[in-house]
């Protein structure tokens, strides 16, 4: 497994589900469609800020599908 990129961190707002997201655009990364996309964590504790989740890239890629076992 790759090592994670870490971009960012977010904490929860209020009680009905508000994230505040705190990202560090220079290291975002594109796709080949122009999307850049991220996981977000919940960490275990809390950190000094009040941070409750961490932003990480999201580097999977699909595997394209062959069906070699087909007759044509």
């Known amino acids: 497994m ?3 990129t870490y971009v960012g961190k977010a904490r929860e707002l209020g009680k009905y589900g508000d994230m505040k997201l705190s990202i560090k655009h220079d290291q975002l990364v594109p796709n080949d469609k122009g999307y850049v996309a ?3 964590s919940r960490m275990k504790e ?3 800020y009040g941070n409750t989740h ?3 890239l999201d580097t999977f890629v ?3 599908k062959t069906n070699s076992d087909l007759p044509f």
Do not use: Q
Request: glycine share 0%; charged share 25%.
């Open 2 to 4: 790759a090592d994670k």
């Open 46 to 48: 809390p950190d000094k």
């Open 62 to 64: 699909p595997t394209p």
């Open 54 to 56: 961490t932003v990480y």
């Open 38 to 40: 991220v996981i977000m």
